[in-house]
């Protein structure tokens, strides 16, 4: 309840008939699925990774939380999709840590 407070935004939300959340979205007249709002920020990252990296950025490695299930890790891999990662690798947070430790050891 106190996280909910802190929240900048109260997002009023409806359902379609396929039973997919709409958000709103008054800039482009439009009402968005949550996939389709993770795949304009995965697209935004990865054109700001090309611009840092001086290269096109196809694949990426996303950690997801571990308490993600199955339905929310495909969501997440459909924006990947969406935002031209063709091929992604999900990551749990723990494991992605563990990774992290391998590769940069203290």
Sequence with gaps: ??????????????????????LPCPALRAALTPVDVAAELLSSLRRQAAETLGADVRAAVVTVPAYFDDSQRNATEAACKLAGLETVQLLREPEAQLVEHAVYPV
Excluded: F
Aim: net charge negative; hydrophobic share 60%; no cysteine.
């Design 1 to 22: 309840a106190e996280l909910r407070a802190l929240a900048a935004l109260d997002v009023p939300a409806t359902v379609d008939t396929a039973r997919e959340v709409l």
